[in-house]
C-alpha cells in the first residue's frame, strides 16, 4: 500500500508516499519528488512579468516530470486585479487542455465564476479543487460539474464542515493532500478521512489509487 498526497509544497520524499509538489514561477523543485504540478498562482501575479510567467509555464507543462497545471483559479480575497487573474486563469486552462493534463484549482470565495468559466469553455480535462474546505451544498455544485475534491487538514478539525463534505464525496471524485502543512503527514489524513466515509486505510488507498489512475490518463503516476 501507498498513500498518495495530491498537492504539497513541501515533500518528504518518504517511499511509501507519492507526492505531487506544487511549483509556482520563479521557484525550483526540491528534488524529492519526480512528480511536479505547475501553474500561475493568482497571489503572485504580477503585470510586468507575465509574458515570462506564460513561457515558464509553457516549458514546465511539457515537462514529463509535470503531471498537473496548478495551481491556478480565482481568488477574490488577494490583491491581485480580477481582470489579471482571470487571463493567467484562462492560459492555464488552455495549457492543460493542450498537454492533457490535469487543473489545480485555487479558488477562495469565488466557487460560482469558476464553474462559469468550466461552462463557458467545456475544458475535456479533469479539475481538481485542492484544499477544499466548504460545505456539502458547495461540494455538490462543483461534483455536479464533473469536478474532483481534493480534502487536507481542515478535515481533521472539530465540526469542521469539510468532513461533512467528504463524507457525501463520491469515492470516484475525491482525494487527500497536505498542501502546506509541514506538521501534518499525508498518513494522518488518510486515518481520519477512512474513519469519516467509513472504510479501511486500504480501501480508502484503493480507491485513490483508482482516481488517480483515471484522472491522471493518459499520464499516469508510477
Known amino acids: 500500500m501507498r498513500y498518495l498526497n495530491i498537492h504539497t509544497h513541501f515533500p518528504t520524499g518518504h517511499l511509501a508516499v507519492l507526492e505531487v509538489e506544487n511549483l509556482y514561477f520563479g521557484q ?9 504540478s505547475a501553474g500561475l498562482h493568482p497571489w503572485f501575479l504580477k503585470p510586468e512579468n507575465m509574458d515570462a510567467a506564460l513561457a515558464w509555464l509553457e516549458k514546465q507543462a511539457a515537462l514529463p516530470g509535470v503531471v498537473a497545471i496548478g495551481e491556478a483559479g480565482l481568488d477574490k480575497v488577494c490583491d491581485t486585479s480580477w481582470g489579471l487573474q482571470e487571463q493567467a486563469f484562462r492560459w492555464c486552462i488552455d495549457i ?3 498537454v492533457k493534463k490535469p487543473l489545480v484549482i485555487h479558488c477562495v470565495r469565488a466557487h460560482n465564476e469558476v464553474v462559469r468559466l468550466k461552462k463557458e ?3 475535456a480535462q479533469p479539475w481538481i479543487f ?3 474546505n466548504k460545505n456539502t451544498d458547495m461540494a455538490a455544485m ?5 469536478c474532483y475534491l481534493s480534502f487536507g487538514a481542515s478535515i481533521l478539525r472539530e465540526n469542521n464542515h469539510s468532513a461533512e463534505a467528504l463524507q457525501h464525496t463520491p469515492a470516484g471524485h475525491f ?22 466515509k467509513g472504510i479501511s486505510v486500504e480501501e480508502l488507498a484503493e480507491t485513490l ?3 488517480m489512475a483515471r484522472c491522471f490518463a493518459p499520464h499516469p503516476l508510477s
Open 28 to 36: 525550483a523543485p526540491s528534488g524529492k519528488s519526480p512528480f511536479l
Open 96 to 98: 492543460s487542455e493542450r
Open 121 to 123: 469553455l467545456k475544458p
Open 130 to 132: 485542492h484544499g477544499f
Open 142 to 146: 462543483l461534483l455536479h460539474e464533473g
Open 175 to 196: 482525494f487527500l493532500e497536505t498542501d502546506d502543512m509541514q506538521d501534518i503527514a499525508i498518513e494522518q489524513i488518510y486515518q481520519k478521512a477512512a474513519e469519516i
Open 209 to 211: 489509487e483508482a482516481n
